[in-house]
């Protein structure tokens, strides 16, 4: 959906034209989002401005709109407003607000268009409130009124109507898979090598991100090429096996709920015994921590990230690399939702240290990394493109810091944010998924048949 | 008229235990959260670190950066707790060893400087004005009021009656504005450190290679 139509901003026009009842419908679903936590959260900023240094956006920006605090505050004071006895009586006291129009419209620039969800101001804040989680209750009310920036919604909707988010009809994914099996067999010399799918039965049921068929087939490569090596066994499904879950930004729970069931259901189908989710931050913490919530169920299944995977492989012996065959010098980019949120710190350092013979840490790093700027559904939401460049300069500035001619990242939305940030800030540098890094440094013996 | 005053301190005290109280109790009206996902570490471990270590400037980024505030709301704070400690003596009449005495007055007098050092800061800084309500100034100067009132009580015996007068406000605004959050403060760090513990992420390791 384009969001400008001549002079015209089509989104601005459907913010204008919010009625009475679609204001209540968001703030009721405002409501039915909070719960113990989120609303001690709303209850507790000081506003003591600690938090402005830990977000990417003030940092570059220096707006007061791009302020954590300000941006919390445009919930905590709609919160106070309705659910408090001073907000109600004396609104200027407490600075509480009506969720009205003009509200709306500043939910939107900042809500969505200032914030990554990347939780580095929750680290920071000194009471302890997970602001990010704040951030995206109101990206639900959001949501609810039909208020995602439509580049956002758009990956959303073909998500849920074609089963991944770009559309990929089966019988192209299923094509991809046996060219690229063919590459496999080739890469490493053995025409037994395999990139099953729906093998049933199989270990582990791997996912992928949706652009890796259509623009990173390699990364796919360097997945089957690991798991052949560690003689794993492992499958895809053709009919679900996107990753990537874009309802956590757009904040709708339900349409997140599909998405990580659907993967659960083929997973169950081919009667697989472990999710692994590949090198995605968001699909890592939406399937991992966020889904059992969106589902209401605990799973019987483990859930986990390729990288420990490929971590327990290179610990257990199962593989071997030889960091020689990585001569350059690697930074490491830690995702936010795959480290800060995910809890996957240190499985990347392992792989990295052993498949590389230069590894450069960024500073600061793991928890405390800085953002890239290309999450929160950044780049799906062109209208705040120029701002989400803009942001990333500190990333930026962190990468040229290392001196590295390789970033590693084991993300696609970073990855793709890095390679603009690598032309609009003339890095120089060549950006990579962490398999794609242990794939070339595994030593293998070609040649079996 | 002291009596009175003391036992409007009580009251007020009660009132403020009792509305913040409520505001628990009003908190859990929204639902409790209940996890579903799979534990990867123990999220009290996490608890235990946002209450310790993740307090201090090397921990935290945005302390560390901002050492003067960091220290200044430590100062401010540790005065109010010295305050509300003196006037519990107080009211139910018990002495203070005269050491003691000596160390309440500079943990009094040095948390009122960092109070209005940290209001002056609010105040001068066009963005910390931004993000001020009237509330957050007000809830200051009362505070500040009610540790000055502490401070000067320790050498002044007559201005007792301003010390108690300074605490009943204290306590009767204590649920309504900004200060509820010397309860909610607690609560959210044992939220944050519960959260962040059980995904793994809290405590880091203690040594990190830059």
Redesign the interface.
Known sequence: MSERTGSKDLFEEKIKGLKTEDLEKALQVFREKLNNEYSAYLNSCVHCGLCADSCHYYLSLKDVQSLPAYKLSLATDVFKKYFSFVGKKFPGWIGSKKLDHERVREWVDSIFGRCTLCGRCSLNCSMGINIHSIIRVARSALAAVGLVPPGLQSTVDTAIEKGNNMGIPKEDWVETVEWLEEELQEEVGDESARLPLDEKGSRLFYTVNPREPMFFPLSIVAAGKIFYAAKESWTFSSDNYDVTNYGLYSGDDQAAGTMSERLILSMKKLGCKTLVLAECGHGFNSNRWEAPEWLSKEYDFEVKSILEVVADYIQQGRIKLDPSLNPEPITLHDPCNLVRLGGIVEEQRIILKHAAARFIEMTPNREKNYCCGGGGGQLAMTRFSQRRLEAGKIKADQIRKTGAKIVATPCHNCIDQIMELNKHYKLGIQVKTVCEIAADALVLNKNKK | MLLSLKIGVVLSFVFAVLSLSI?VI???A????I????S??EGKRGIVY?FGRGMLPWE????A??LP??FG?ILYHTGIFAALVYLFWRVFSLNLPAPLMLIFRIVMVVGFLSGIALLLK?AA?P??R???????F?ANVLVSLFVTGAFVETLYEPFVPFFYSMAIVMFLYMP???I??CF??F???V???Y??GR????P?PRK???
Request: aromatic residues 16%.
């Open positions: 505001l009003r908190t859990f929204f639902g409790k959260r996890f579903h996902s799979e990867r570490k946002a935290k980024e945005s302390a950066k901002h505030t960091y709301g609010r800084l963005v910390m931004k993000i001020s309500c009237p509330d957050d007000a309504l504005g900004k509820r959050h909610f403060f609560y959210t760090r939220l944050f450190g959260s962040y995904r793994g992420v809290m880091p990190q290679k830059a």
